[in-house]
């Protein structure tokens, strides 16, 4: 056992960044997603051109942002646009990766953000979701999707209550083809415990790996349907301390990977500021 402590965030933010490949294009959103997008920079991937939805094309970052509008997102970008531009660039398939969040994901990798039901119905769910904002943008029209979220049984389901965005719609060979979508579909989803990939053929989604101190039977147990598990299921490494390192440098306010807690802990923008600089570069 690693004596090295790093938390579930930490860890789904390395895993995903080793789903970045070196000179692609990738649209990323603020938050892990970003903090994956900087730590891959830093090791594989040091082309790795990064787009925000606001406009940003290419900017170098070394830490994450407060917000998309933060004037620290177009830190020495390729080009600075328009909301308008990055998208209508995604609609026509000009972007090699996205990464998505969601509430449900189901085994073809179909995910909710819409509404979960709890037997009441999408007039009156038990839970009244955001909604798509270009969440179906990226899983129709980018190349290939990484998914985080989550290993939790209310969010793994047979099918998700709202389809908000496509992944292998009914996991039939042709579906994305036939519903116009330009994107290959979802390639990994990375979780708190596992990663999953989809099988080529049935576009099922497979346990492909398990991270340390984690089993077959708990992951199994989590997923609301009858879990495939590859021949080959592999063990993720702890992270190493470079990596860990590299994260918390990207985050050095521990506001994306605190979560809730630790953004609420602050007084505001001005306390923000200064404990980023305070902890910048270690």
């Known amino acids: 056992m690693s004596e090295i402590?790093?938390?579930?965030?930490?860890?789904?933010?390395?895993?995903?960044?080793?789903?970045?490949?070196d000179w692609e294009v990738a649209f990323v959103g603020i938050g892990i997603p970003l903090v994956a997008g900087i730590t891959a920079k830093r090791f594989h991937a040091p082309n790795l051109n990064i787009v925000y939805e606001?406009?940003?094309?290419?900017?170098?970052?070394?830490?994450v942002d407060f917000n998309v509008g933060d004037s620290s997102a177009a830190d020495g970008a390729l080009c600075l646009t328009s909301e308008w531009r990055v998208f209508s660039d995604m609609q026509a398939g000009y972007y090699d990766v996205g990464v998505l969040g969601a509430a449900q994901i189901d085994k073809f990798?179909?995910?909710?953000?819409?509404?979960?039901?709890?037997?009441?119905?999408?007039?009156s769910p038990k839970v009244r979701?955001?909604?798509?904002?270009g969440g179906n943008d990226i899983g129709s029209n980018i190349g290939r999707v990484v998914v985080m979220l989550r290993l939790e049984p209310l969010r793994f389901v047979e099918k998700v209550d709202y389809l908000t965005t496509p992944g292998f719609l009914d996991g039939s060979p042709d579906a994305r083809k036939k519903a116009g979508l330009l994107g290959s579909g979802p390639a990994a989803v990375v979780t708190d415990k596992a990663l999953f990939r989809f099988d080529s053929i049935t576009h099922e989604m497979y346990l492909d790996t398990i991270y340390p101190g984690v089993s077959v039977e708990e992951i199994k147990s989590l997923v609301g349907w009858d879990l495939k598990v590859a021949a080959d299921l592999k063990k993720a490494s702890d992270p190493t301390a470079e990596e860990l390192a590299a994260v918390r440098a990207a985050d050095p306010a521990n506001l994306i990977m605190g979560g809730a807690a630790a953004r609420n802990s602050l007084s505001g923008l001005d306390e923000y500021i200064d404990v980023t600089i305070k902890n910048s570069g270690k």
Do not use: D, H, V, W
């Not at 606001?54 to 830490?63: A, E, L």
């Not at 979701?129 to 904002?133: A, F, I, N, T, Y």
């Open 109 to 123: 990798g179909n995910l909710n953000t819409t509404a979960i039901f709890g037997g009441q119905g999408y007039c």
């Open 54 to 63: 606001s406009g940003c094309i290419g900017p170098q970052k070394y830490r």
């Open 5 to 21: 402590k790093y938390t579930a965030s930490e860890l789904m933010a390395i895993t995903t960044a080793k789903e970045f490949k």
């Open 129 to 133: 979701l955001p909604g798509s904002g």
